[in-house]
């Protein structure tokens, strides 16, 4: 009793929490690598061999450096504001379900931390607390480009949160139910990704995480070349470096999103061939490492081609373009699980 | 007793942090405040078994609507002086009003249910769950729902009026 | 351009500070900008944070050192700059350049174009957010920068011409080297078109921004590529040919819809006609002297004299003064291509939104070192 309820949730969370800190590091270095190779660059050579050890210096740098808060902030609501970034971008983890039930040592492992009967809903609604942390910084710092940087985030948000929600709606529809665990089982049993059944639904929730993880083509809120810095120009050291966890961590939470609901999770590729059978060989979180991996890569493989998008294009894009055909997405969806 | 103590400690952050939204100075902490509260009020759903309504409270009021209050209370300038209130006592006695009527129908549904204690029984631990939502929302409260509707209806097409006069 | 920030009586204009310390500025460009929400509706473009008086510097060094002083102007075509003033004071002491060094002249100069618009495609891009096509271009300018090593020793500021002529002759197989460099550079034109030319992004970056018709661009005093976008025929090299360009085919490409994406396929066109003029100069290179009859000291008689030519970024025009007795000019003024094109930026970035201004700032291609001087 005490070992199901207390003790195994908790090593669950101390694992995943972990995981995802260290992958985080490694994603950083894997951006910066992929960029490279794609630049005709070689990317962090000199930390170990190859770069790998590039992330621990980078660790060790940015919690080392100075903590200024400059004086015209918002001391309180400045240092809060990473903290509200972060959280959120971690807490999503809770009901990703990295593999099914699975036997260890003789008791029956669930490889998610919890499965919530309206797990859907809330990965959707935590991640929209996590603006409040760029609006927040943005504010806080009490400086122009920041402010500039910060209403870009809000309206991209809204703009984009919309579209992302629609098309889970008709995912919902497909699936029958919010929960994430049954979602992947409801891809099991109709012997399909949904992928192949919902492609709109896939590429406007692929465009609109995108933009709500502030990438690029999307990354408006911290433009570089506009707004100097973006959002947050006035952060130094570890607190620079929890709006970076929380950026990448955002990444994450995407692409495991994504996984689960279009890429049918832990099921092997083609599920519905009995040929291709030995591939169940393969431990079947494997399988969600690497599929969530290849989102990972298409995200930065897209940051290094394609150009920025401009604030009033991306709303256009987002309010013209993607909600009506997230809305016709729902509506169609319906009509055939009624009519069929 | 565990759900008791979560519930009074919800309820005491719920009451603390509304007492800040309206007596801190900073309005955008004020908001800050209100989104404290709005988490909180979602805590207390999911603690009673409402989950699909916590997530739609932290969805729709903490993640959506506040961000449009952020908004605003970040653009406009809120440093001005209030406006001098003409008739306090009026305001006063308005507010005194307001809360007697509020007061009374607290303790009637507390007498109420004193007298008559709701049905305890295996439904409402699934009343919060997504189909005891839905079909409650499409068949008993239908009438409701729709007017709730035809009343942002309403309220959408005046800020469009607002927003531009010169249609 | 004066400094004209006027106090913020209305609150809801916005006044940001772009520059000097800004990553899109290319160097230390400070625009004051005025804002209604992201739009822009007032600018002051501030300049002179990289002045040092090489004008006046060179009114006190003889004419040969002066040759160096015009390195430090636009340093990312310093060769340009080099026959500009050398061809000046030839007009002016009206010395026979031998054909030879004519010949090069034409291949450093088109050299140094291609240098100049690969830095600007690289950083235009990167301001739009497309950072891989920069690095793409800077691998291409570096190709030309060890050319240049190979002939002069430096790979920024060449001191690469003299009065008549060339300090040096061309090293061995220095020819063959840049043919293989025209092969290389016409591959990775392709490269870059693929990436942007026709990608939906750019397009909607650059189309419609910016615009500016045919007579207001002469009217304010465009020149070079940003004038050519705009639709007007207009390149020194056709209109007054000199160093070798009588003897060179090429097109002049212009533009038709006067803006920023106009502006980017008139640069584009230029890399290839620049390739074409290179291979044709080294193709028919000429043996012969490389200086032609210079005295031993240099003393322009009295008189003046203005001499332009098309420098990557326009017009860039040479006014000489010499009294005849001392050994330095007695006047010296440089009309700067990218200075004269700042001067369209605030009416390029009215009414256009912040993304806007980096791309049109990367659009008209400045230089500070030239701007300022």
């Known amino acids: 009793m005490m070992v199901d309820q207390v003790v195994i949730p908790a090593l669950k969370i101390l694992i995943v929490l972990n995981a995802v800190l260290v992958g985080v590091t490694f994603m950083v270095l894997l951006e910066r690598k992929v960029i490279a190779w794609t630049q005709a660059r070689l990317g962090p050579m000199r930390v170990g061999p190859y770069g790998v050890l590039q992330p621990i210096a980078d660790v060790v740098k940015l919690m080392t450096k100075e903590d200024i808060t400059p004086v015209k902030a918002d001391r309180w609501v400045f240092s809060v504001a990473p903290l509200i970034a972060l959280i959120p971008a971690l807490i999503v983890f809770a009901v990703i379900p990295f593999g099914p039930e699975v036997s260890l040592f003789g008791r029956q492992v669930a490889l998610y931390i919890t499965d919530l009967n309206v797990g859907l809903l809330y990965v959707v609604s935590v991640a929209s607390i996590g603006v409040y942390g760029i609006i927040l910084a943005g504010w806080a710092s009490n400086s122009k480009f920041p402010l500039l940087a910060s209403l870009r985030a809000s309206a991209q948000l809204i703009s984009y949160e919309v579209a992302v929600t629609m098309t889970l709606v008709s995912m919902i529809v497909s699936a029958g139910t919010l929960s994430m665990v049954g979602i992947v089982n409801a891809q099991e049993s109709q012997q399909v990704w949904y992928l192949f059944v919902q492609p709109l639904a896939f590429f406007i929730f692929f465009v609109g995480g995108l933009a709500e993880t502030n990438r690029a083509p999307f990354d408006m809120p911290e433009a570089e070349q506009e707004l100097t810095g973006g959002f947050h120009t006035e952060y130094s050291g570890m607190r620079f470096a929890l709006f970076f966890l929380a950026e990448y961590a955002n990444m994450i939470v995407v692409s495991a999103v994504a996984t689960t609901l279009f890429l049918g999770g832990w099921l092997r590729p083609f599920p519905n061939v009995a040929a291709l059978s030995f591939l169940d060989l393969v431990p079947a979180w494997c399988w969600f490492l690497a599929k969530t991996f290849v989102f990972l890569y298409i995200f930065l493989w897209v940051r290094a081609t394609l150009p920025r998008y401009r604030y009033d294009q991306l709303m256009r894009l987002g309010w013209k373009v993607l909600i009506p055909l997230a809305i016709a997405n729902v509506v169609v969806s319906g009509l055939v699980k009624v009519l069929l | 007793m565990a759900d008791v103590i979560t519930f009074y400690t919800l309820a005491a952050l719920i009451l603390i942090f509304g007492l800040l939204v309206v007596t801190t100075r900073n309005t955008v902490h004020s908001v800050l405040f209100l989104v404290a509260d709005f988490l909180a009020v979602a805590m207390l759903y999911a603690s009673m078994n409402s989950l699909f309504v916590a997530a739609i409270q932290v969805l729709v009021y903490a993640g959506g609507i506040v961000v449009l209050y952020l908004f605003v209370v970040m653009l406009v300038n809120l440093k001005r002086p209030p406006e001098e209130v003409r008739d306090p006592a009026r305001q006063t006695g308005l507010g005194g009003v307001l809360a007697g009527v509020v007061l009374a129908e607290l303790a009637l549904i507390a007498v109420a249910n004193a007298l008559d204690p709701p049905a305890t029984d295996a439904a409402s631990s699934t009343a919060g769950l997504t189909e005891q939502v839905g079909l409650a929302l499409y068949t008993d409260y239908l009438i409701p729902f729709e007017v709730a509707s035809v009343l942002l209806l309403v309220a959408m097409v005046g800020a469009i009026v607002l927003a531009r006069r010169e249609l | 351009m004066t400094t004209d920030v006027r106090p913020m009586f209305d609150t809801d204009e916005l006044v940001i500070n772009m520059g000097p310390q800004h990553p899109s500025t290319h160097g230390v460009l400070r625009v004051v900008l005025r804002l209604d929400g992201e739009r822009v509706v007032g600018s002051d473009v501030v300049i002179g944070y990289l002045h040092r008086g090489i004008e006046k510097l060179c009114e006190s060094r003889d004419w040969t050192q002066i040759v160096l002083l015009t390195d430090r102007m636009d340093y990312v075509a310093a060769a340009t700059n080099n026959i500009g003033y050398c061809q000046t004071v030839e007009k002016l002491m009206s010395i026979e350049v031998p054909r030879r060094a004519r010949y090069v002249r034409t291949i450093m100069a088109e050299l140094q174009r291609i240098a100049s618009h690969c830095l600007w495609l690289g950083t235009h891009a990167m301001d739009i957010g497309a950072m891989t096509v920069f690095l793409y271009a800077f691998r291409e300018r570096e190709l030309i920068l060890d050319l240049f090593e190979e002939y002069c ?15 040096l002759d061309l090293p061995p197989g220095w020819d063959r080297k840049v043919l293989g460099f025209c092969d290389v550079m016409e591959q990775k034109l392709v490269e870059y078109e693929e990436l942007l030319t026709n990608n939906r992004i750019w397009l909607e970056r650059t189309k419609g921004i910016g615009v500016i018709p045919a007579e207001e661009a002469v009217a304010i005093g465009l020149s070079g590529p940003p004038l050519r976008g705009s639709g007007v025929q207009r390149d020194i090299r056709k209109d007054e040919p000199y160093a070798a360009y009588d003897e060179m085919r090429f097109e002049v490409p212009i533009g038709k819809a006067c803006d920023t994406y106009d502006r980017y396929l008139v640069r584009l066109e230029e890399f290839r006609q620049s390739v074409r003029i290179i291979r044709q100069a080294v193709e028919g290179l000429p043996e012969g002297p490389i200086v032609g009859k210079v005295p031993r000291l240099i003393k322009p008689p009295a008189g003046e004299t203005y001499h332009a030519i098309e420098s990557p970024k326009g017009e860039l025009g040479y006014f000489i ?45 400045v230089v500070l070192g030239e701007v300022d001087r």
């Open chain 3, 321 to 365: 003064a010499a009294d005849g007795k001392s050994t330095a000019p007695y006047r010296f003024r440089v009309r700067p291509p990218s200075f004269c094109n700042l001067q369209a930026l605030p009416r390029l970035i009215q009414g256009h939104l912040v993304a806007d201004v980096v791309a049109l700032i990367g659009s008209i291609d």
């Open chain 3, 153 to 167: 020793g430096a790979r920024l500021t060449y001191n690469s011409m003299r009065i008549g002529g060339l300090p």
